[in-house]
């Protein structure tokens, strides 16, 4: 098929059917693989710089002085099958028609609900308490009750032991939205410990770490203490940083549909960290959305590799985990040298077995900004679309081995502005594909990979003339829509795989013709501005 060429700057913006050039040189210094862990000491020593070490906050060997756990009611597992346009999937996706906009023919799909498991606040009590009888009354908790904190300083923590059951979520909140309990960080303890609970909601809170080494929310106790069905939803954590391994929310045990939502973590240590480093406490069928992760000193999250998949009553064995609509920046505050982290790593599912199949769906997110790392490293299998890698400092998307090889690899309507390289895909396994096609790349190189076909190309200074306003400050104007028809590409839309929004671009328009990068065209509503914050989480499942 032949290529359609556009002259930009001095430089060619060309629809790729196969690796070609690049303007400019690759920016080397940010290539290195990031390493195992959240701090720079860690990955070989074991010691406290490591989130998963035994003698840090983040392990089980922190005592809260709350009573014994209850035992968890087990969860009965539910498929996670990639369904197909027009119907409600386990992420929560539904097609709705939206009569708004001018062509009443088009249908918007937002992509939102809430997950059906969620519908689970009904038949308990409606408890209150504030700082001085809180503990108290979380070990008489029981199925379905809904405990409110009143506004107050909280320094005891919030350790979680007892577990709601299906239909019957336990929920701790704050009694008063607009004047939040606030838990205050600690050298001796997490601040909102989960030993072993499930079909629990933890929203509506403060964290403030003070600077002390106790992590904001954690999961405790290893394989022991495995935790399902939790809900963690607008939280506010801040202070969080008193070393790169201290992490904003962090999982230290089996962990399967968690949902984390609508959270802002401010210059934490480490922003999200899923997993263990040791690749044995996995985090399955996660929805992590609408969160803001800003200028944290190493990753903005990390989901770490997996090495099998534990055998424990419940847990799935074949999922995707969702991660979209979030804000991951590091504008600010990154760690340099060994300590340098991207935005986001992926680790590898198991390689047999239970779990080889899962797979990472990153759609709707914004990465901004990182001067010493990629936007994203990853491997296994991922499909990224509809995305914004706007990096002025730095490179993009780096597909490569680190723990193992990239697998089934698929990216597409990505837009793509950054000052150093876009797009590689390097070292994946041969008998899987990796895959990228109807791309927005502009980078200094654009793309480097194996299957480049219907991707549109160019230099980064090409981004003024072919998107809206690129080179402009979240917030302070930047528009990656495209101008004029200059994206449109003439190959096929047919090798876009058909999963899960793959057909509607990421302000929620279906896409009307074969138009690269993020936008299905020129004029499409901004549903959100494109700012350093999520876009807010909707009030109801059928629209923002």
Known sequence: MPSRTLRFSGCVLVPLLALVWACGGDNGSAD???TDSAGSDSRTSGQPGDPSHGSSPGSSAHADASAPPTASRAAPSRSADDPRPGTTDPAGATDVTDPTLPDSSASTRWTWAPQAWEDCEEGGRILEAGPDDYRDVLNTLEPGDTLRLRPGIYTRGLPLRRSGEPGACIVIESLDPEDRATFHGSNSFNSIAIHGASWIKVRRLIVDGRGQRGFGVASQGLTEMPTHHVVIEDIHIFNQHEAQSVV??????????????GNRIENAGTGLYLGNSDGRQPFIRGIVEFNTVLDPLGYGMQIKHQIERPDIPGIPARADTHIRYNVFSKANRAASGGNAR???LLGHFPVDGPGADDRYLVYGNLFHDNPV?????AEGNLALFNNLFVNPRGNGVHIRPHNHLPRTV???HNTFVTSGRALRIAGGDPDHTQRASHNALFGNPPVDGPDTAGNITGAHDDATDALRNPHAAPGDGLDLRPRGDLLHTDEDSSTVPDILEAHFD???HPRQGTVAG?????DVPLPWPLTREAPPVPASPTAP
Do not use: E
């Open 518 to 522: 993020a936008f299905a065209g020129p």
């Open 373 to 377: 790392h990629h936007l994203i490293q």
């Open 342 to 344: 991207p935005n986001l």
């Open 506 to 508: 990421f302000a929620g």
């Open 410 to 412: 698929d990216v597409f």
């Open 248 to 261: 904003g929310i962090s999982t230290k045990s089996p962990a399967w549909d968690w949902v984390i939502r």
């Open 32 to 34: 290195s693989a990031a």
